[in-house]
């Protein structure tokens, strides 16, 4: 072996090795959310039809129901507090989440409901875009989401695992040439969207359907297709109540709502 890597090989090993410490996780913070209130946190998408279902849970009940979504930074602090669910809108969130909520256990984490990733287009479509291979064309202009090592977004590597869905790295190429921004959250995104005037965006159903006057849907065909989850799981110290939400969410009647906005199960 070449003395040089040799040397730098044996000084590898006589570094040690730390896990990189989540940097909003605050030990000085006890999860004490036991007041009453079913409490949960996550990243927007999920949000607005939980709302939908946490009003007809509270008139069914009585109890009081409160969801804070938006980007972790914006609830971090908070959550650690005093959060009773923390919702992920993909398992590679989730696992971002349980690095900085140690009270919160990743054997617990159920999935709950899935949906498929698509692509948004301008309302009405102008650009008469049908599926994937159109986004390969030379001027189209994309944007997708992506958390470059310093975001938890639902949206790291759905493009790369769209474009790469068949093996075929012309594709990829193709459409990363296209792309005209990466953006660190979907609502991040949609104003890219809009801002740049861009044709397509890579997101998940519930887009253009909260937002018809701006974005129409458009499927990814089904050789291309990928599916992310909608995952939940309950803090060892939640109110009692909250073990009921989380039912009620698996209800017939919770998963119609859901299904309006694109989950399935």
């Known amino acids: 072996m070449n003395k040089t890597i040799l040397a730098f090989s044996l000084l590898l090993c006589a570094c040690p090795v730390h896990a ?74 989730m696992t971002a989440f349980l690095e900085t909520y140690g009270g919160f256990a990743s054997d617990q984490v159920q999935p709950i409901y899935v949906r498929p990733a698509i692509i948004a287009v301008r309302a009405g479509n102008p650009k008469k875009i049908e599926g994937f291979e159109d986004l390969l064309q030379e001027g189209m202009k994309i944007v997708v989401t992506e958390g470059a090592g310093v975001a938890n977004t639902s949206g790291t590597g759905v493009w790369e695992d769209i474009a790469g869905r068949t093996g075929n790295l012309s594709e990829i190429a193709a459409f990363r040439a296209n792309i005209v921004a990466f953006e660190k959250g979907s609502g991040a995104s949609f104003r890219a969207f809009k801002d740049l005037e861009a044709d397509a965006w890579i997101t998940w159903p519930n887009w253009p359907i909260n937002n018809p006057d701006v974005l129409s849907l458009v499927d990814v065909d089904e050789s291309h297709r990928i599916w992310r989850d909608l995952n939940v799981v309950l803090s060892p110290d939640a109110d009692p109540e909250a073990g009921t939400f989380l039912e009620f969410l698996l209800s017939p009647e919770a998963e119609a709502i859901m299904k309006t906005e694109g989950w399935v199960r």
């Open 20 to 93: 990189q410490e989540s940097k909003l996780a605050d030990p000085s913070i006890e999860n004490r959310p036991a007041d009453g209130i079913v409490k949960l946190y996550g990243a927007g998408g999920p949000h607005t039809a939980f709302q939908k279902i946490a009003k007809v849970f509270e008139e069914k009940t009585g109890g009081k129901v409160e969801i804070t979504a938006g980007p972790e930074t914006t609830w971090a602090t908070k959550a650690q507090a005093d959060a009773d669910i923390l919702w992920g809108t993909s398992e590679q969130s």
